[in-house]
């Protein structure tokens, strides 16, 4: 009676360990093919062989509040998403979101996404952006999303970021804004 209860609990803590040893397989495997490089500039996520690329993304400096039509006209900020390096077609979407420290209010901002000064650009209050995800009390707004085929280059797209008018001068003066891009990408293995 007592080998059968010795055998069975050895059995147990070798299904119980060859079950851990699994789960630590998957984890550092996927661990090792993903990976994420930002910098000022771009943002590159790489996981397996996709890899979308988000170039030519600088800070943008907000220097004083302006009507809808100057924020319109304002310098753009310039983003291509690639997804060259792999054999995978993928979608991506691009949200931004308030990093630590900012102060100034969300419904002060507006976003356009429309193209580079065109005629009939279009702006959006970010907090109005319904297009959202919800994070540990964070709200990431989306303003693009696309679909790329395998080692294809999207098309340039501006984006143009501003404090609308409205604000006033003291809460501007006082105030922080910290913006950060966020970047979610899915692979369509059809």
């Not at 069975?8 to 079950?19: E, G, L, N, P, S």
Request: glycine residues 6%.
């Amino acid at each position: 009676m007592k080998v059968r209860d010795i055998i069975k609990k050895q059995t147990t803590i070798i299904a119980i360990a060859v079950v851990l040893v699994t789960i630590t397989v998957i984890g550092v495997s996927y661990a090792i093919f993903f990976n994420v490089n930002k910098n000022s500039t771009d943002q590159v996520i790489t996981a397996g062989t996709l890899q979308l690329t988000v170039s030519d993304f600088n800070v943008l400096t907000l220097r004083e509040p302006m009507s809808t039509e100057s924020g319109l006209k304002s310098q753009a900020v310039s983003y291509t998403v690639l997804n060259t390096n792999s054999n995978l077609p993928a979608t991506y979407s691009l949200y931004i979101y308030a990093g630590n420290g900012n102060t100034i209010p969300l419904s002060s901002i507006k976003v356009s996404t429309d193209g580079n000064a065109t005629s009939g650009s279009t702006s959006k209050v970010l907090s109005s952006i319904s297009e959202t995800i919800n994070e540990n009390g964070t709200t990431y707004y989306r303003i693009d999303t696309g679909s790329l085929n395998a080692g294809a280059t999207g098309t340039t797209k501006y984006l143009r970021i501003w404090i609308d008018e409205e604000l006033v001068a003291d809460e501007i003066n006082k105030g922080n804004l910290n913006l950060q891009l966020y970047v979610v990408s899915e692979v369509d293995e059809g």
